[in-house]
């Protein structure tokens, strides 16, 4: 998917910029509605906060408001930024439109990924952003791995304070 990430991106990269991760995710509860049909809420992003792995380290805060998504996205990670797509495609899922783009230094905290078990199994992950709000999705079965990666490298490109 960071292929796809890197041809949707072409002429608004940032100078140097390079795609090291491009995930599918849904909103919140959004796995288990659509792998079961079952209804599921936001999760309370000011719990979120408590169960950060990563302190402010000298930002601002992220308040506690969940950003609005659709019930599918690409989250993608370059180098310099943290992306949120809408999904393109209908059978093969690529980036469609640019919806968030927070450079690294807005990133307040990265809360601690938590596994949903089950037969709609998640990854859900919960990020504060500075003066913006938490950025709230999860991971699909399919695509625990590769989000815990992507996770754990926005944790190491994080600009140290």
């Known amino acids: 998917m960071a292929e796809k990430v890197e041809l ?8 140097g910029e390079r795609v ?3 995930v599918l995710a849904f909103r919140v509860g959004g796995v288990r509605t659509t792998m079961i049909g079952g209804a599921a809420g936001l999760a309370g992003a000011a719990g979120a906060a ?5 302190t402010s380290r000298g930002r601002a805060a992220a308040p506690d ?9 690409i989250i993608a990670l370059t ?9 393109g495609g209908v059978v093969v899922g690529k980036p469609g439109k640019l919806l968030h783009s ?9 809360g601690e990924p938590e596994l949903i078990p089950g037969a709609a199994q998640a990854l859900r ?7 913006v709000g938490v950025l709230a999705f999860e991971h699909p079965r399919l695509q625990v791995t590769e989000g815990r990666n992507m996770i754990k490298r926005l944790i ?4 140290q304070a």
Do not use: H, N
């Open 65 to 73: 408001v969940p950003l609005q998504l659709p019930g599918r996205i």
């Open 8 to 15: 949707r991106l072409k002429d608004e990269k940032l100078p």
């Open 102 to 110: 927070f450079a690294l230094d807005q990133v307040a905290w990265v």
């Open 125 to 131: 992950v919960q990020i504060g952003i500075a003066e």
């Open 79 to 87: 180098d310099q930024r943290l992306l949120v797509f809408s999904v």
């Open 156 to 159: 190491r490109e994080l600009p």
């Open 50 to 54: 408590a169960m950060a792995a990563i």
């Open 20 to 22: 090291l991760y491009g």
